[in-house]
């Protein structure tokens, strides 16, 4: 059995979605996979910071944000040894306070899960954090889509050098596995792109004006599930989509993409009316990922386009997604997601714990 000492960044809806997930799951994790998961601390931009060297109760800590608490009612600092700021002044400070304390304790068992909103100028703090904990010698799990779509190449090389975990699969298609099922499962296959629907408010939306309903709807039916980005033109405008194909590009052709070099259209263009008339034709709208390797060039598109009826993208509704892996020995190989949400983003979390507990010893 080996205990993992976890330390959050961020804590909104996945970040506490994910800790109780971890509480539902405890006694598995312990059977199956010989893990125990501490958290040992909470980092928030507006809910204040709680740090504990003895484990925090992260269920306990969720109310108390969902209640409108401060998390510094449960703060700790006299239980890390040496000295430590009252309330640390940024990410990267907790980050690395936290991992000098649990690294005296047990080496190499800190991981920091990574799930602050996406910045899409930048990728930041995000990448900021990532850095930070594996400078630190902490592994790293985020559902954040920042560090592998604006800097995956750098991370993924720092993660290497230093012997870390550095896990991302919650950033595409929730908790369905791509990432892992690639790197786990398709060795020696060549990918030499991929197509798909990876958004599912907009997905949600189309499926709602097909059906005769208001865009406004449909659109508040998703915040309220918690399912669109905190500001939610970055779905509507494809920006949140260009982030996960950018990812996708890097992690699985080897591109050097950020969101902002696909070419990307959102849903502006695209009225109840004008989706109905295509529907009307037998065809459906559909907002399109895709990316192509040509030679040394990777390049990415996202756009909203008219799919006939019976390709497998056109028959996804509401929050579904797919994506299509298009491969060299395999020819495609689809993955479709049915089922969508919060608890399968933190469940992508609680999956890459996993995938990292995999490559430690046992203890
Ligand atoms: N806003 C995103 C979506 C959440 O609608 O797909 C999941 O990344």
Avoid at 237 to 243: F, L, Q, T, V, Y
Avoid at 318 to 324: D, F, K, P, T
Avoid at 343 to 363: G, K, M, N
Wanted: hydrophobic letters at 45%; glycine letters at 10%; aromatic letters at 4%.
């Amino acid at each position: 059995m080996i205990t993992l000492d976890l330390a959050l960044v961020g804590f909104g809806h996945v970040g506490r979605r994910f800790v109780r997930l971890l509480d539902e799951r405890a006694e598995q994790l312990r059977r199956e996979h010989s893990v125990e998961c501490r958290v040992i601390g909470i980092c928030t931009r507006r809910h204040g910071t709680a740090r504990n060297l003895a484990g925090l109760d992260a269920r306990a800590a969720a109310s108390l944000v969902e209640e409108g608490g401060s998390l510094s009612a449960i703060d700790a600092p006299d239980s890390m040894p040496g000295r430590l700021a009252a309330v640390p002044p940024d990410g990267p400070t907790f980050i690395r306070d936290l991992a000098t304390a649990a690294h005296a304790r047990q080496h190499g068992r800190m991981v920091v899960v990574e799930t602050t909103v996406l910045d899409i100028t930048a990728g930041q703090p995000a990448i900021a954090h990532v850095k930070t904990a594996l400078e630190s010698d902490a592994h790293v799990v985020t559902a954040n889509k920042g560090p592998a779509a604006f800097a995956y190449q750098e991370l993924d090389l720092l993660a290497r050098g230093a012997g870390r975990g550095f896990y991302f699969e919650g950033a595409v298609m929730d908790g369905i596995p791509i990432f892992n099922l690639v790197r786990e499962t398709l060795p020696a296959v060549k990918l030499t792109g991929f197509r798909g629907v990876v958004n599912s408010t907009t997905n949600y939306i189309i499926s709602a004006m097909e059906d005769g309903r208001e865009f406004d709807e449909a659109l508040a039916e998703m915040q309220a599930a918690g399912i669109a980005e905190a500001d939610p033109s970055l779905d509507v405008d494809g920006w949140d989509a260009a982030a996960k194909t950018a990812a996708l590009a890097n992690v699985l052709l080897g591109a050097r993409l950020t969101p902002q070099d696909v070419d990307r259209t959102g849903l502006a263009d695209w009225s109840g009316a004008r989706i109905r008339e295509v529907a009307a034709a037998g065809r459906r709208v559909k907002l399109v990922a895709r990316a192509r390797r040509e030679g040394a060039t990777v390049s990415a598109v996202v756009g909203a386009e008219e799919l006939d009826a019976a390709d497998l993208l056109a028959t996804l509704r509401e929050q579904q997604n797919a994506l299509v892996l298009e491969t060299d020995v395999l020819g495609d190989v689809a993955i479709v997601q049915l089922g969508g949400g919060l608890t399968q983003t933190a469940y992508a979390l609680l999956s890459d714990l996993v995938a990292l507990r995999r490559t430690l010893p046992f203890a």
